[in-house]
């Protein structure tokens, strides 16, 4: 049943009338065992009843940090902002309590959005830390997320409207200044109904998630999804999920789920970390979408994972590429279901002059289609024109679902939001950053506009030359390699924790002649750093210009320094 809803809350209390006495949440918090399932009908008195706190202290409109690392606790509180008519504000928890860069983003935040609560909940001791480090953020009411008082169940939920803005999602990259990505409720439930029907969701789909809830693929493309359609999601902790990806895989076979996904490391894991023995009871053949966004999609990963779980029941056809950013809510362009990975073999060279040429030797992965509410062109950065067909340019979109702007940034939102085609004056587009090109209906994404690198006049995208450098000598770890900068064009890589004085003097230069051979460039240095070092977000992503600032500072951990610690007497 589709709802009928304008509002986040609207959408909860619709569901709590109508599948009262279904499951829509479970949640394994070791990331094996189930510790207790939500009913709609449960979720909604819990809801209510934490929203009668909140409202208490906040009025709508005002601000609410959420503090809860555990996944139950934090859907609580998020709901409970809808139901009060306070914006959520997820955080990053900072976890472990030594994170000072995980303080400092939450005191950035803090100051940007000016909260008026915390909405808390954490072991002994967070709160202690919090306070501590963040004497601002102490001085803030806070609430307990697990405040459910079964008296207050009554509280009648603050009338919201579409325009209203439901939660601030901020951003995860490396900038000192986070912004606050504003996501009114007509934008988040654009973004639902059209995940519901790309994906074809009915009340049987069952959701499987490790991603972090606080970033919008975890929160909007599991949670809040299994909301809209009515349907159950199964929940372990990221952190269960790094420590032992097969947890993940157990899930998918125990609950028999439909959709799951991640980043393209996730699946990078699953290949590399899960020994062929441990895979023997698996039965994958129930997945029918395993979601593959938020960083470059490589046709090496899904060969690979196909590789390994083909013999388990994974069908390869259930590999559904994407793409996506924050100020489009969430999914921009998404692939057909059951269509499988759309990949082409390219000329590498004809791509670094920003033409996409199909018959060469560099295999390039497609990240869907527009939906029929999405418009999307390519664009001169530059002089704001539409580009030939098949050359490279900024991805410009719009549609119901793009976000309202930046909280309290009028006007870095009307250059993002605004943009206008030069010849035909058509829009408003949100200018996404990214470059990309459309092959036969299919957009694919060639990398970030600031992240170019460019040589000799020629255009190369970091994650070639990383995935090139990671491929260079087994000792560099897959998955946390940087390239930056193009005078002095630099190669930051982890390297695995065995590596020997011997072997390390080895890997620069395996790096440097790879790059030299296949991309034609000089690379001018190679930091190898120790294994766990590198800089990435909270869902693991990679952070280049984090990384960059930290090798500009000297700030990066040497894995030649580390050796010399480990022998010291």
């Known amino acids: 049943m589709i709802p009928f809803a304008e509002t986040l809350g609207e959408l909860l209390a619709f569901r709590a009338r109508e599948n009262a006495s279904d499951t829509v949440y479970r949640f394994l918090p070791d990331g094996e065992h189930e510790s207790h399932a939500l009913t709609f009908a449960r979720l909604d008195l819990e809801v209510r009843a934490l929203a009668s706190r909140l409202a208490e202290h906040a009025g709508p ?12 606790d934090f859907i609580r509180a998020f709901l409970a902002c809808q139901y009060a008519g306070v914006i959520a504000v997820p955080i990053y928890p900072p976890m472990p309590f030594d994170a000072r860069r995980g303080t400092a983003n939450l005191r950035a935040i803090a100051q940007d959005c000016a909260p008026k609560l915390v909405i808390f909940a954490g072991p002994d001791g967070y ?5 501590d480090s963040s004497p601002e953020i102490a001085a803030l009411e806070w609430i307990q997320a697990d405040d459910v008082d079964g008296t207050r169940a009554a509280f009648q939920p603050v009338a919201a409207g579409p325009a209203d803005i439901s939660f601030l999602q901020y951003t995860s990259g490396s900038t000192a200044s986070p912004k606050g990505v504003m996501v009114s409720h007509r934008a988040l439930l654009a973004q639902e109904r059209l995940l519901h029907e790309v994906g074809d969701f009915s009340q049987d789909s069952v959701i499987v998630s490790w991603l972090p809830l606080f970033h919008d693929m975890g929160l909007i493309g599991n ?9 159950q999601a199964v929940i372990l902790p990221p952190l269960a999920f790094i420590q032992q990806p097969i947890r993940w895989l157990r899930a998918i076979s125990t609950y028999r789920a439909t959709v799951s996904g991640g980043p393209n490391f996730a699946y990078e894991l699953c290949v590399r970390r899960v020994p062929v023995q441990d895979r023997q009871d698996l039965d994958l053949s129930s997945l029918r979408i395993a979601f593959n966004g938020a960083e470059p999609v490589r046709a090496s990963t ?11 029941g994974f069908d390869a056809r259930a590999h559904y590429p994407c793409y ?7 999914m921009a362009t998404g692939s057909p279901v059951g269509a499988g990975a759309v990949t082409l073999d390219v000329h590498l060279d004809a791509l670094q002059e920003g033409r996409l040429v199909t018959g060469g030797g560099h295999r390039v992965v497609g990240s869907g289609r527009p939906g029929r509410h999405r418009l999307l062109e390519i664009v001169d950065p530059e002089t704001c024109l539409p580009v030939r067909p098949g050359h490279v340019g900024e991805i410009w979109i719009a549609g119901p679902d793009v976000t309202e702007g930046y909280w309290g940034r009028p006007k870095e939102t009307e250059e993002v939001f605004g943009a206008r085609l030069t010849d ?6 949100l200018r996404t950053g990214d470059l990309g090109t459309v092959h036969d209906g299919e957009l694919f994404v060639s990398g970030r506009l600031k992240d170019l690198i460019i040589v000799g006049g020629r255009n190369h995208y970091p994650q070639d030359l990383e995935a090139t450098a990671e491929s260079a000598h087994p000792l560099v770890r897959r998955g ?3 390239a930056f900068g193009d005078s002095p064009l630099v190669v930051v890589a982890e390297v695995r924790p065995e590596v020997t004085e011997e072997q390390l003097a080895r890997i620069g230069p395996a790096v440097r002649t790879a790059i030299a051979g296949a991309h034609g460039v000089q690379v001018d240095e190679v930091a190898l ?10 869902s693991g992503k990679l952070q280049r210009r984090a990384c960059r600032a930290a090798y500009e500072s000297g700030a990066l951990t040497a894995a030649r320094a580390a050796l010399q610690l480990e022998g010291a007497p």
């Open 127 to 131: 709160a202690r830390f919090i306070a």
């Open 424 to 429: 035909t004056f058509e829009g408003p587009f």
């Open 529 to 538: 750093i120790t294994a766990g070092t590198m800089p990435k977000t909270s």
């Open 302 to 312: 899904l060969e690979a994972f196909t590789a390994a779980y083909a013999p388990h």
């Open 61 to 72: 409109g005002e601000r609410a940090l959420i503090l809860a690392p555990d996944s139950a």
């Open 223 to 231: 949670v809040l999804l299994a909301l809209y359609a009515g349907c």
């Open 324 to 330: 996506g950013l924050a100020e489009c809510t969430l």
């Open 480 to 482: 946390c390699v940087i």
